[in-house]
C-alpha cells in the first residue's frame, strides 16, 4: 500500500503562498511571491533531492499542478532529480474542472476525494508525494490520509498570505521522526500523523 508524503514551504507566519517567484501565485494581490529563493543552499538542495529520490507517483491540487506543468515539463535534462521524476511518473489531480491535460501521465481524479485518494494508495507501491497544495494537504489531513509531513520553515514573516493551517482546521497531532536546520536557517522537519492531539492541565500546586 502506498503511502501519502506531504512536503510544504511555509514561512514563520504560516504562509504557503508563492514561495517559487512573483508571478507563480498572485491571489489577493499577494506582493511577496519568491520569498523562498534566497534560502536555497547546498543543505535545502539536498533535502529536496532526497525527497525526490523516492516517490512512485505525484498528487498535485488543481493550482499547483497548474504551476508545475507550465514549468517542469521544458526541463528536459535527464539528470535533474526533480524534473525526470515530475515528468517520467504519474500525476493525479482531484479537479472538478481539469478535462484534458497536456502533461504526460497526467490522471484527473474527479470523484469523492477521500475514495479516491485511498484507492490511489491501495494500488500504488511507494511514496505518493504531494507538493505544495496547502488547500489539498488540509483536505487529506482532515481525511486522515496524509502519513508524513515534511515542513520547510523559512525564517521570514509576511503578515499576507494563504496559511496553510487557518482557524477551523482539523485539530491533527503529530509525531517528529526528525529534522535539521539549513545554513541558511530554513528548519526541515519531518513528521508522522499521530492521530488527534491529546490534552493536559498544568495544575498550581495546592496550598500548603
Partial sequence: MGKLVSTLFVTL????????GPKEDTRGDFPHGGWSFWYADEDFGRFVTD???RPAAFLLG???YDIFSSYWPKMTDPDDPVASKLNSLPKYVPSS??????WAGTTVLSGDLGQEVTDLKER???EIQVHGSG????????LDLV???HLLTFPVVLGTGFRLFPEGAVPTAFRHRGGSVSGAGVSMQTYDLAGRPEYGEYKLPEDA
Avoid: E, I, M, N
Fill in 124 to 126: 500504488t507501491d511507494g
Fill in 51 to 53: 525527497v525526490f529520490a
Fill in 135 to 142: 488547500a489539498l494537504v488540509r483536505s487529506l489531513l482532515s
Fill in 147 to 149: 502519513d508524513t509531513l
Fill in 97 to 102: 474542472t481539469l478535462k484534458d491535460p497536456d
Fill in 13 to 20: 507566519d504560516g504562509v504557503y503562498q508563492a514561495p517559487g
Fill in 62 to 64: 488543481r493550482r499547483t
